[in-house]
């Protein structure tokens, strides 16, 4: 008497997928504000904390390089400072711009640079 055994082949695990980091949160947050145009170009991550908060400053640079791109630029300029970003469990307590460099020719081009603080938000 023989016996069949049927054999199926294990389904393999999902493909594991990256955890968005905070900085990869904050970069997205900032080139949404540009209208997905724009590269960052640089990106600096520093601990902060004073008596009663805790958080980390994060110093980026970006590039636009066309018209279309710098107009989106230039609206990151006028509205990084006042934008409600919504990053969990984060406060961004202050955002500003600290550098800004424009070339016309041979080509439309913006290096933006900018400093943001955000608060660890319980």
């Keep these: 008497m023989q016996h069949e055994v049927i054999v199926q082949a294990a389904s393999a ?5 990256a955890r968005r980091t905070l900085s990869d949160r904050l970069r997205e947050a ?8 724009g590269e960052v170009t640089a990106h600096h991550e520093k601990a902060w904390a004073s008596i009663t908060f805790a958080g980390t400053r994060h110093t980026l640079g970006l ?15 006028a509205d990084l400072p006042d934008h409600e970003f919504a990053i969990p469990r984060q406060l ?7 550098a800004v460099e424009s070339t016309l020719l041979p080509a439309a081009r913006m290096e933006v640079a900018c400093e943001l603080l955000l608060l660890e938000d319980a």
């Design 13 to 17: 695990p999902p493909p594991l997928t």
């Design 63 to 77: 590039v636009f390089e066309g018209a279309e791109a710098v107009e989106a630029g230039e609206r990151l300029i």
């Design 30 to 37: 900032v080139l949404a504000l540009a209208d997905g145009e």
């Design 92 to 98: 961004v307590a202050d955002a500003t711009i600290t």
